[in-house]
């Protein structure tokens, strides 16, 4: 395996350094250090058939991919990410969820997402093509940014399997049983996945466009002409039909919208790099077009004001 470290780079660049590295070895992200003055990480690469394998240890940090990174071009790839160790919160389609040490879930890198770690953590990361994965997952778009606990079925088993990968890529893995040893590895995942969150066959084409809407919504959350309509149209569907696959989430398309976009001002407000920006700012870089109703909307969500939850969150009260 390729391995790369900031071990031996001045602690003042180690930051940009990584994120340069970063960037050149496996993807387009940025790695904001919860402590820039101790952050340490390093970075183990190989593959096994078809499967390319990344292995990430980092201090405490927010790993983002934004609308930006995924601009910068690149094949569009599937990546079953497990938290060997360590604890997140990881979100990705529309989705907030809390991962704990041997969980997986599965990312798009043709969708925005973000990692937040408030301990070190070592991350393993199992990268493949769209026509790969959809030979043990057909629609892998619809489990994107869900966890996959490490004690549902077949789950633990995986982590096993991950794990013992990962040792073995040290020695190598002879060609003759690389592709053998892939297939089996995602076989088990998938079946994993396809047990624990299992859709009924009628609802597969519901849901499969509920969450092409979705991501729609979270590539262009930013876009102050976001609106149903516009999802919509995107989708070439008719907004009564739209309307219809939100029916039996708890929200409608518009709530969702809406939702999305408080979450994302709210955690802005309550990042220390973002304190040099204004709360208008800050709200019409989330698509309000509107101080006044970023502001009511806003307490409404979260009982207090903007500014409230900018001092609360910065420990200034």
Same mark, same amino acid.
């Given at each position: 395996?390729?391995?790369? #470290?900031?071990?031996?780079?001045?602690?003042?660049?180690? *930051?940009?350094?990584?994120?340069?590295?970063?960037?050149?070895?496996?993807?387009?992200?940025?790695?904001?250090?919860?402590?820039?003055?101790?952050?340490?990480?390093?970075?183990?690469?190989?593959?096994?058939?078809?499967?390319?394998? *990344?292995?990430?240890?980092?201090?405490?940090?927010?790993?983002?991919?934004?609308?930006?990174?995924?601009?910068?071009?690149?094949?569009?790839?599937?990546?079953?990410?497990?938290?060997? %160790?360590?604890?997140?919160?990881?979100?990705?389609?529309?989705?907030?969820?809390?991962?704990?040490?041997? =969980?997986?879930?599965?990312?798009?890198?043709?969708?925005?997402?973000?990692?937040? #770690?408030?301990?070190?953590?070592?991350?393993?990361?199992?990268?493949? #093509?769209?026509?790969?994965? %959809?030979?043990?997952?057909?629609?892998?778009?619809?489990?994107?940014?869900?966890?996959?606990?490490?004690?549902?079925?077949?789950?633990?088993?995986?982590g096993n399997m991950v794990r013992?990968?990962?040792?073995?890529?040290? #020695?190598?893995?002879?060609?003759?049983?690389?592709?053998?040893?892939?297939?089996?590895?995602?076989?088990?995942?998938?079946?994993?996945?396809?047990?624990?969150? =299992?859709?009924?066959?009628?609802?597969?084409?519901?849901?499969?466009?509920?969450?092409?809407?979705?991501?729609?919504?979270?590539?262009?959350?930013? =876009?102050?002409?976001?609106?149903?309509?516009?999802?919509?149209?995107?989708?070439?569907?008719?907004?009564?039909?739209?309307r219809m696959l939100f029916e039996?989430?708890?929200?409608?398309?518009?709530?969702?919208?809406?939702?999305?976009?408080?979450?994302?001002?709210?955690?802005?407000?309550?990042?220390?790099?973002?304190?040099?920006?204004?709360?208008?700012?800050?709200?019409?870089?989330?698509?309000?077009?509107?101080?006044?109703?970023?502001?009511?909307?806003?307490?409404?969500?979260?009982?207090?004001?903007?500014?409230?939850?900018?001092?609360?969150?910065?420990?200034?009260?």
């Open positions: 395996m390729e391995t790369y #470290s900031t071990a031996n780079v001045p602690r003042a660049t180690r *930051a940009a350094y990584w994120n340069s590295l970063y960037a050149s070895r496996l993807a387009h992200v940025t790695f904001n250090p919860v402590d820039p003055a101790d952050f340490e990480a390093e970075l183990r690469l190989g593959a096994i058939g078809p499967v390319g394998v *990344a292995r990430v240890t980092s201090k405490p940090a927010d790993i983002e991919r934004n609308r930006a990174h995924i601009s910068r071009g690149g094949a569009r790839l599937f990546s079953f990410l497990m938290l060997a %160790r360590g604890s997140g919160v990881f979100e990705h389609c529309g989705h907030s969820t809390a991962l704990k040490s041997g =969980d997986f879930t599965l990312c798009d890198n043709a969708a925005p997402h973000r990692l937040h #770690s408030v301990d070190s953590t070592e991350l393993i990361v199992l990268r493949v #093509s769209p026509d790969v994965i %959809r030979e043990h997952l057909p629609n892998p778009e619809l489990w994107c940014g869900m966890r996959l606990p490490a004690d549902s079925t077949f789950a633990s088993a995986a013992d990968v990962c040792r073995r890529m040290d #020695s190598g893995v002879p060609d003759r049983y690389a592709r053998t040893m892939a297939a089996n590895l995602l076989g088990v995942l998938a079946t994993s996945m396809g047990v624990t969150f =299992d859709v009924p066959g009628s609802a597969t084409s519901v849901v499969a466009r509920r969450v092409q809407a979705q991501r729609y919504v979270e590539m262009h959350l930013r =876009d102050p002409d976001l609106a149903p309509p516009a999802v919509a149209r995107a989708l070439h569907i008719s907004p009564r039909y739209l039996c989430e708890r929200e409608s398309i518009a709530c969702y919208i809406l939702r999305r976009r408080l979450e994302e001002c709210a955690r802005a407000l309550a990042n220390p790099l973002q304190q040099g920006r204004t709360i208008t700012e800050i709200a019409f870089a989330n698509g309000f077009n509107s101080a006044a109703h970023f502001t009511r909307t806003f307490r409404e969500q979260y009982a207090v004001t903007p500014s409230e939850f900018r001092r609360s969150s910065s420990g200034m009260e």
